[in-house]
């Protein structure tokens, strides 16, 4: 797990010990990354079930201005830490130790409009779109903002909400991402 692009170009991430995260692989982020690299320039980030901070570090490294990076795990918070240090982004961070559905309340009553949300929680647990819902009331996306939802091929995520529509999905593997986008009505 390494840095792709950016300041940080080519920096190791420490990765997690045991399987209670899983993070990210480098094939899947940089075909992601390929996707949305228009929203990151001076964007505002926001990593929901961060992890090692994976997703949020390569967005920093290719010029976001923020990155808001939401764990409930203290041992994730360490690693985040640890690496935003090795990568010298920890000045455009903040990170949040608290779940994640409780993260978009606090980032929304701080007035936080992300351009740029991702999630990759836990498979098969139906977070997906409760995190959208939440996202949705609490308007915490911008206007012309994305959501990239990284999710297991088989777990049902929904198609959108009442604000929200995904507009893009693609498989690596047994992996899915989901791109979000608000509905062209609501905008």
């Given at each position: 797990?390494?840095?792709?692009?950016?300041?940080?170009?080519?920096?190791?991430?420490?990765?997690?010990?045991g399987m209670d995260v899983r993070p990210t692989s480098d094939r899947v982020k940089e075909s992601v990354f390929n996707i949305i690299q228009d929203y990151?320039?001076?964007?505002?980030?926001?990593?929901?079930?961060?992890?090692?901070?994976n997703l949020g570090i390569e967005s920093l490294s290719r010029g976001a201005q923020k990155a808001y990076f939401v764990d409930e795990s203290r041992k994730s918070v360490e690693i985040i830490k640890y690496n935003l240090e090795k990568t010298r982004l920890k000045e455009g961070a903040e990170i949040l130790t608290i779940d994640a559905l409780s993260g978009i309340k606090?980032?929304?009553?701080?007035?936080?409009?992300?351009?740029?949300?991702?999630?990759?929680?836990p498979y098969s647990r139906g977070l997906v779109s409760q995190a959208l819902d939440l996202i949705?009331?609490?308007?915490?996306?911008?206007?012309?903002?994305?959501?990239?939802?990284?999710?297991?091929?088989n777990d049902e995520v929904p198609e959108g909400n009442q604000l929200?529509?995904?507009?893009?999905?693609?498989?690596?593997?047994n992996t899915s991402i989901s791109f979000y986008q608000l509905r062209e009505e609501t905008n």
């Open positions: 797990m390494r840095v792709i692009s950016g300041k940080a170009r080519g920096h190791r991430l420490k990765p997690p010990e990151l320039i001076d964007g505002i980030i926001v990593d929901l079930f961060a992890g090692t901070g606090r980032l929304a009553h701080q007035n936080v409009k992300a351009d740029v949300i991702f999630m990759d929680p949705a009331e609490h308007k915490l996306l911008k206007v012309d903002g994305i959501i990239v939802a990284e999710h297991d091929k929200l529509i995904c507009t893009r999905r693609k498989d690596y593997g």
